[in-house]
């Protein structure tokens, strides 16, 4: 399998990145091995705005729910699995912080970025101006539509919402994953956000919800120091 990267992230001296293609087959253990980790840690990913901080001390005891990690501690990576939904990476610029984030749209209507760059200020005195940002492999908005169900909830909540939901007819609208997360880091004070447009309905090396299905596969997005 091939391993996606960022350009920006690959420049950092200090961590170790990817983001799948549907050639990942479920092996943590095997992508840890393949880039030098002890293991990649994942959560029980709910489509929440959980947040999980690991640092100094950490004993995993039980499967932890959430869909964001952050963690300063090395050789484990940290990754989320993702078939449509947005990954999103984090990496401080001293790369002693790192974060991975799934965001589908409960999770950008929630603002999750928002909560982990929060949680990455609050545990390691690191602002959003310090961290790089890289948003991979996820649904366009070539192909993303969502319901009026959906789309007032971002309608009710936010101001900017034209900037990333357009009406398609009566009953339908595009939402676009990458810019109103763009759109949400930017405000958070981001400023150095890398975008990989790769559509995963579009392009069938990707496995992808809306395309295969209930069963659908996923791909793994990780990051960590080492
Ligand atoms: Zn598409």
Same mark, same amino acid.
């Given at each position: 399998?091939?391993?996606?990267? %960022?350009?920006?992230?690959?420049?950092?001296?200090?961590?170790?990145?990817?983001?799948?293609? $549907?050639?990942?087959?479920?092996?943590?253990?095997?992508?840890?091995? =393949?880039? /030098?980790? !002890?293991?990649?840690?994942?959560?029980?990913?709910?489509?929440?705005?959980?947040?999980? #901080?690991?640092?100094? /001390?950490?004993?995993?005891?039980?499967?932890?729910? +959430?869909?964001?990690?952050?963690?300063?501690?090395?050789?484990?990576?940290?990754?989320?699995?993702?078939?449509?939904?947005?990954?999103?990476?984090? #990496?401080?610029? &001293?790369?002693?912080? *790192?974060?991975?984030?799934?965001?589908?749209? $409960?999770? &950008?209507?929630?603002?999750?970025?928002?909560?982990?760059?929060?949680?990455?200020?609050?545990?390691?005195?690191?602002?959003? @101006?310090?961290?790089?940002? *890289?948003?991979?492999?996820?649904? /366009?908005?070539?192909? =993303?539509?969502? +319901?009026?169900? #959906?789309?007032?909830?971002?309608?009710?909540?936010?101001?900017?919402?034209?900037?990333?939901?357009?009406?398609?007819?009566? !009953?339908? =609208?595009?939402?676009?994953?990458?810019?109103?997360?763009?759109?949400?880091? *930017?405000?958070?004070?981001?400023?150095?956000?890398?975008?990989?447009?790769?559509?995963?309905?579009?392009?069938?090396?990707?496995? @992808?919800? $809306?395309?295969?299905?209930?069963?659908?596969?996923?791909?793994? %997005?990780?990051?960590?120091?080492?």
């Amino acid at each position: 399998m091939s391993w996606i990267k %960022s350009e920006n992230l690959s420049i950092i001296s200090g961590i170790v990145h990817g983001f799948s293609n $549907r050639g990942f087959k479920g092996g943590l253990e095997e992508a840890a091995s =393949y880039f /030098g980790l !002890s293991r990649i840690f994942t959560l029980n990913q709910i489509h929440s705005s959980n947040v999980f #901080v690991i640092k100094d /001390g950490f004993r995993q005891e039980s499967e932890q729910k +959430g869909d964001a990690i952050v963690t300063s501690l090395k050789d484990m990576g940290i990754g989320v699995f993702t078939a449509d939904c947005q990954p999103i990476l984090f #990496v401080d610029r &001293t790369a002693s912080v *790192v974060a991975a984030v799934h965001a589908g749209w $409960r999770g &950008t209507l929630s603002q999750i970025t928002k909560t982990a760059l929060l949680e990455i200020e609050k545990n390691f005195g690191i602002e959003p @101006s310090s961290v790089y940002v *890289v948003l991979g492999p996820s649904i /366009g908005r070539c192909c =993303y539509e969502v +319901g009026e169900d #959906v789309a007032s909830l971002f309608m009710n909540k936010f101001d900017n919402w034209k900037s990333y939901l357009l009406k398609k007819n009566d !009953s339908k =609208y595009i939402l676009d994953l990458k810019e109103a997360n763009r759109i949400a880091l *930017v405000e958070e004070g981001v400023k150095d956000i890398e975008i990989i447009n790769i559509c995963t309905k579009c392009d069938s090396g990707f496995h @992808s919800y $809306r395309r295969d299905g209930k069963g659908v596969g996923k791909q793994l %997005s990780f990051v960590g120091l080492v």
